[in-house]
């Protein structure tokens, strides 16, 4: 839900200070010098890197502020990285949380104190993120680092945070305000937390010396001790966590049972996965993984990409949010917001974020905003209530009067709604085209055409024995197609092998063997393709109602679409079209803007893939219903945390983003790249378990349903 914002007024010094905690954000003296005393030193961060053999390396602050330790932290691995191209670390993340977000002209008038950090501030401020509770992952891949503000209350968020049994952070960053004047984020629940987040010698670093802080740390298994405080402040703390405290918290990291996510050993640079499928889900999970330096073989059955349910010319891309800060809200709003940060980078010349050697595929796209029309009372009353609870930042969406909606839409539409300008449209064919393409610039990634996906077989030490070739030997799966060869369309199997196999195949999945277990909901779309004519050539916006509309594209408009539950054909069929039209000219039934159009019958139907809950499924895939013996307990009542985690499997999916793959498919891709990398996660772990694919089979069995 929408956070509250940081109130602050600036000192003589021009130093910001928080006026509900009366406490400045930096040192009076040097807020630089400071960061590096305190935080750099304390941690001892660079010869750390140095000494680090992983691919990434991960920072936790307490206090986000300004950003001003996060742009010091950023512009030093920049550096490091600079002058040691080969070294195995690859990757800063960043972790910090922010109760009271600083709003945007505050936080950049604060940095204009530090001239040194000017290219490093002005990338924060063009990715600084709304004023919404949850995480916002941004990556700034100009300096190979990862930031993951996390808005809320710090003993609400941490945890929330989902650690390999290993842990997770190598180093703390303990800030925010004095103990003094923020004596509430200073707890025992802090420091118990960061005794279960941390890896056995990650380190901490604080500007304060006070007693209960360093008793805390200490009682949570940490070794502290004091060393001469920065500027006028007499000592500090820095301390490090301790093997024999590590191994009493292994097993509470795994608290989530069936949910915990880092069951397999971590993929690495360089490993190799298979990616099956050849829409959105496959092609951002390919991104995802190729910007981690892994190797990816897309394979899919068809002669090119984007041949499902990503086909069609044009998709509206929004959320789909509700009064409440539900778990499925929650999900679309964040979805959102990340694919956002992910297609301006993507697709704007003017954007900084990526390598500028990087080549840029076109997509057709339009950044125009999208209008959810109020078009009858059951409408109005919804909005009326998203309105008045609050609980969405203005900047995400906000009411729109008629007045303002048709100056936006270019064309008179007496209505009023609800109005997300962020919003717009996008071509998904040249998207999936163009994210495989910038894929290709990260590692090594191939696509195969007319390869279908037959099974797979997870390899055994006496399996791989029995392989003659080395490379066979050293992956986890073998994987077998059948190849469509020529043009007199005979065909043979081949066996690809691979660390891990990644199902994205869409409504591809339904009959599959390998999601037997899963329960998924087909359903059949057609979008109708409307010549540009009189009056909507002049549309400028997104019109959403039961139905959508979108601006020209080619000269034709996408109005659309129906919702056919469990049927696969792909044929057009003309009941369908009047079924479109005559759903708009219903919605908009105050306007003749619908009435009056002329259709050619051009459209397009595809079969998109969903789940009961209507929530997407990102992770890995098992056979579920065999599994349910092992979670009984859970009938009985015993919590989560009891039960142990699924077993290790080389095979995950992607899948069921049903009508919204354009805003999901690019957050649960990272989440899905992260859990195999074991790096952090980017979402709620209440949220990471509503995309689990074991969700089902944990709901069957709090139920008692069991396979007989």
């Known amino acids: 839900m929408k956070s509250q914002q940081a109130s602050v007024h600036f000192n003589e010094n021009g130093t910001p200070v928080a006026d509900h905690f009366g406490d400045v954000y930096f040192s009076n003296d040097s807020g ?56 195995p670390l690859k990757q800063l993340f960043f972790l910090s949380t922010e109760k009271f977000p600083l709003p945007k002209p505050d936080m950049e008038k604060a940095l204009l104190s530090f001239p040194a950090l000017k290219e490093e501030a002005t990338a924060l401020s063009t990715r600084y993120p709304m004023e919404l509770d949850g995480c916002h992952r941004r990556h700034f891949d100009e300096f190979d680092t990862t930031l993951d503000l996390w808005i809320g209350d710090v003993h609400d968020l941490l945890p929330q945070w989902h650690s390999p049994t290993a842990g997770l952070i190598d180093a703390w960053f303990l800030d925010g305000f004095a103990p003094s004047k923020n004596p509430d984020m200073w707890a025992d629940t802090l420091f118990e937390q960061m005794a279960r987040l941390s890896k056995v010698g990650a380190t901490f670093a604080t500007f304060t010396a006070a007693g209960f802080v360093k008793r805390g740390l200490a009682a949570a298994g940490f070794t502290v001790s004091k060393r001469k405080g920065f500027g006028r402040k007499r000592d500090m703390l820095v301390g490090v966590y301790e093997t024999e405290a590590a191994s009493t918290l292994a097993e509470k990291r795994a608290f989530e049972g069936p949910y915990y996510r880092y069951t397999q050993a971590a993929i690495a640079p360089k490993s190799h996965v298979i990616v099956v499928g050849n829409g959105l889900a496959a092609a951002t999970v390919t991104l995802s993984l190729a910007k981690r330096g892994i190797n990816v073989t897309v394979c899919h059955d068809q002669e090119a990409l984007a041949t499902g349910a990503s086909g069609n010319p044009q998709g509206g891309f929004f959320p789909q949010l509700h009064s409440e800060a539900s778990i499925a809200s929650r999900i679309q709003a964040h979805s959102f917001l990340y694919a956002s940060h992910i297609y301006h980078t993507l697709l704007d010349d003017n954007d900084t974020s990526t390598n500028t050697a990087l080549k840029k595929t076109p997509v057709a796209h339009d950044f125009c905003g999208v209008a959810q029309l109020n078009f009858n009372e059951k409408v109005a009353v919804r909005q009326k209530k998203l309105v008045a609870n609050g609980v969405w930042p203005e900047a995400l969406i906000k009411p729109i009067s008629p007045e303002a909606l048709s100056e936006k839409a270019s064309i008179a539409l007496p209505y009023d709604g609800l109005f997300i300008e962020q919003g717009g449209w996008i071509s998904p064919p040249d998207l999936v085209r163009a994210l495989i393409e910038q894929a290709k610039q990260y590692a090594d990634v191939t696509v195969l055409c007319h390869h279908e996906y037959l099974s797979h077989t997870v390899l055994n030490d006496s399996d791989k024995a029995s392989l003659s070739d080395a490379l066979a030997q050293a992956h986890h799966l073998a994987v077998e197609f059948s190849v469509t060869a020529g043009i007199e369309d005979s065909s043979h199997n081949k066996t690809l092998y691979a660390d891990h196999l990644i199902l994205a195949t869409g409504a591809g999945a339904v009959g599959s063997s390998a999601f037997a277990s899963l329960p998924l909901r087909p359903v059949r779309g057609q979008v109708e393709a409307i010549t540009t004519q009189a009056p909507i050539n002049a549309l400028t916006t997104v019109i959403c109602h039961k139905g959508y509309m979108t601006p020209a594209l080619n000269n034709r408009h996408a109005l659309g679409s129906t919702y056919i539950k469990n049927d696969l054909s792909t044929e057009v069929r003309a009941q369908e079209s009047e079924q479109n039209l005559q759903t708009h000219q219903q919605a908009m039934a105050n306007t003749d803007v619908v009435q009056q159009l002329k259709h050619d019958g051009e459209a397009r139907a595809a079969t998109r893939l969903g789940s009961p809950d209507h929530q997407p499924v990102s992770g890995m895939l098992a056979d579920f219903s065999a599994l349910k013996t092992q979670y009984v307990g859970l009938s009985l009542g015993k919590p989560l945390y009891t039960a142990a985690p699924l077993p290790a499997t080389p095979v995950s999916t992607l899948c069921c983003l049903g009508s919204r793959g354009l805003t999901t498919a690019p957050l649960m891709a990272e989440l899905l790249a992260s859990t195999l990398t074991h790096e952090p996660l980017p979402l709620n772990n209440d949220l990471c378990q509503a995309v689990h694919p074991a969700r089902f089979m944990v709901r069957d069995c709090i139920r008692s349903i069991f396979d007989e």
Request: glycine residues 8%; without cysteine.
């Open 32 to 87: 630089i010098n400071e960061t590096q005393y305190v935080f750099m030193a304390g941690n001892s961060i660079v010869e750390r890197w140095q000494a680090h053999s992983n691919p990434s390396f991960v920072i936790a602050e307490t206090g986000f502020g300004t950003g001003l330790n996060f742009l010091v932290a950023m512009q030093a691995f920049k550096h490091f990285r600079n002058a040691n191209p080969s070294h």
